[in-house]
């Protein structure tokens, strides 16, 4: 299970006061950051309160040992991190020593002053104030800067439109608002890979049961092909809509705009009328324009036919008749 979808039983699980489930809950997006940037920065978590601290530290060490069942032994074993120097290059020194003893992925400090000195950017911290908690990067000689970015269900949605700039991504907080963005987008001429959300990833095999946000790419993916094809379209993510389908997604790995990170693509897809488990059908194949001519369609049809066989199109459709005399006559 990805980490994204763990932390959201995990923390639903812990039954301890608000600013500690809080302070976990932001440790948990910076293992989420980290994996979306193929990073490894350490977490500080800082608080003169020591029992509190200490217990936020058991806590993010037992999930990260969890999720990381084949790391080294120790590293997530909460180490102290008080790097002093007039410098930043005594500092640096400092560290350095340190982690030529031991190394660990999660730190403790009474107050980010405890390491003040070290240049920018090395380690997340998760500030313990009062009631209050906080998520930031470290700053030479200042405070942490402020992390507001969080991974909650609640922003699943409008994340399927956070990979270029779109005026109204703060408005499409429901799976209505983006079915209506979606077909904006299209009738717009705007045809697009669709990102999953930070964290998550596209199943191989999506189905009714599947999540709202894979069910909307696709459906939106379907549209895009209705629009290039002018073959109609009458596809939703209602259960009527999804019953007897199975949607096999083309995938690409997609640099952000807003960061180094890279997030899974919906770039096309093969759908699968399965109401008939005894005679299934080719629904609907399309992938984007970029990705064409480069044998991914192929490479799925071959995986789907090993599965079900040979398979004909579910209505007369002259576009995806001639996929099929398109991957026969490639085979």
Known sequence: MDIRTEKVSFINSLNLPE????????AIDCLIDNESLSEDIPIVVTSYDDYKRNCVLQIIQKFCEGIYPNAAEDLFEPEILNIFGKTGEAACI???????????????????????????????????????????????????????????????????????????????????????????????????????????????????????????????????????????????????????VVAYPLIEKIQNITDSGFRECLIGLI?????????????TAWIHPFYRQKGKMKALWRILTEKYGELDVEEPNSNMQAFLKAVKTNA
């Open 19 to 26: 600013d500690e489930k809080d302070a976990i809950s932001l």
């Open 94 to 244: 400092a560290l350095i020593k340190k982690l030529q003893s031991s190394y660990s992925m999660l730190y403790w400090a009474d107050s980010p002053s405890w390491f003040s000195s070290l240049p920018s950017g090395l380690f997340h911290v998760i500030s313990i104030e009062g009631n209050k908690v906080s998520r930031g990067l470290n700053q030479k000689n200042s405070h942490p800067t402020k992390v507001t970015r969080t991974y909650n269900d609640d922003t699943l949605i409008a994340e399927l439109f956070n990979t270029f700039s779109h005026s109204t991504n703060a408005q499409i907080t429901n799976t209505k608002a983006a079915e209506e963005k979606f077909y904006d987008e299209c009738n717009s001429g705007l045809i697009r890979p669709l990102p999953a959300p930070t964290g998550l990833f596209f199943e191989e095999e999506i189905t009714i049961s599947s999540p709202d946000w894979q069910k909307l790419a696709c459906v939106a993916i379907r549209r895009y092909q209705s629009k290039e094809c002018k073959d109609g379209m009458n596809w939703n993510i209602s259960d009527q809509g999804w019953s007897g």
């Open 271 to 283: 759908t699968i009328n399965i109401k008939d488990p005894k005679k299934p059908y080719l629904s």
